[in-house]
């Protein structure tokens, strides 16, 4: 039952992901339609594989990698219908929905086995800390994608309206996700205080969370302070994202740490 509403969800985000290449490829809106309802029933069956896996293991379905991605993955489809429907952010559709797909299917190729938290994972911490995570690099893939979207558009026509939108969602998404960023470091660090008697370990995890709020501290004080806009912004939103995959993927995956807690254990953990 589980594994069905999982890759149902997954064969709708690459349904809609062809359709909408194929639609804004060919101008066809009947195509980017259709995509868009395929990508609302990916995310409803996905919503629901969270919901039914965290009734089965009685907890909050984000304590290893394949969980992590999977929320991950549900964090960017649901601000991108947020955005889609209430900004009409709707020039984002078709970079976003590879995103959602992709992190969904690296999920699909980690172990989906539900087991108990570890002693260090049951605090009151686990959801906020975590959560805010997952978001956060939600918000930072958006805006790689959002910048992706600027660069093609300006190919095309340099001098396009729409511009200057993609380029102010592109800092609105930062900023997002700098804040839950930074909430994610605080909380981690009070966590890993209570769990570990330290406060700050430099632990793999949190050296490259740490590089990554650096980095994205960086794009906001060269907007804010410098005022710089447009084209190399937006390359900055882009290739800022591997740095977040790393962090996310690298990480846990090439680096032991207290975040990784070995083979059996939790592997996402901020």
């Known amino acids: 039952m589980l594994d069905a509403l999982f890759f149902a969800g997954l ?26 309802w395929i990508f609302l029933a990916g995310f409803a069956l996905s919503t629901a594989y969270l919901v039914a896996r965290g009734i089965a293991a009685g907890r909050f379905p984000m304590s290893n990698q394949f969980e992590f991605a999977a929320t991950f993955s549900f964090g960017i489809a649901l601000m991108l219908i947020i955005l889609k ?8 559709v078709t970079a976003a929905i590879p995103m959602v ?14 087991k108990e938290l570890m002693p260090a994972l049951r605090s009151v911490w686990f959801v906020f800390h975590i959560g805010t995570a997952a978001f956060s690099y939600a918000s930072f893939i958006l805006a790689g994608a959002a910048g992706i979207r600027y660069l093609v558009t300006e190919k095309k026509d ?14 609105r998404l930062i900023a997002l ?17 209570q769990a570990w008697s330290s406060f700050w370990t430099w632990d793999p995890k949190e050296v490259w ?27 900055f939103a882009v290739i800022a994202v591997p740095v ?13 740490g207290l ?10 953990f901020m």
């Open 11 to 36: 064969v709708c985000y690459f349904i809609a992901m062809i359709l909408q290449f194929l639609g804004a490829s060919f101008h066809k809106e009947d195509l980017m339609k259709y995509a868009w």
């Open 85 to 92: 429907e209430k900004v009409k952010a709707d020039w984002l």
């Open 101 to 114: 797909f992709l992190i969904l299917s690296y999920a699909a190729f980690q172990p989906r086995g539900i």
């Open 158 to 171: 340099p001098k396009a309206a729409i511009l200057e939108d993609i380029d102010y969602m592109i800092y």
């Open 177 to 193: 996700g700098l804040l839950l960023l930074t909430v994610t470091i605080v909380s981690g660090a009070i966590w890993a205080e």
């Open 209 to 235: 969370a740490l590089i990554t709020w650096l980095l994205y501290s960086v794009y906001l004080h060269l907007r804010l302070n410098r005022k710089w806009k447009g084209h190399r912004m937006a390359v």
């Open 244 to 256: 977040v995959l790393f962090t996310f993927i690298g990480v846990n995956t090439l680096i032991p």
């Open 259 to 268: 975040h990784s807690y070995g083979a059996a254990a939790v592997k996402a």
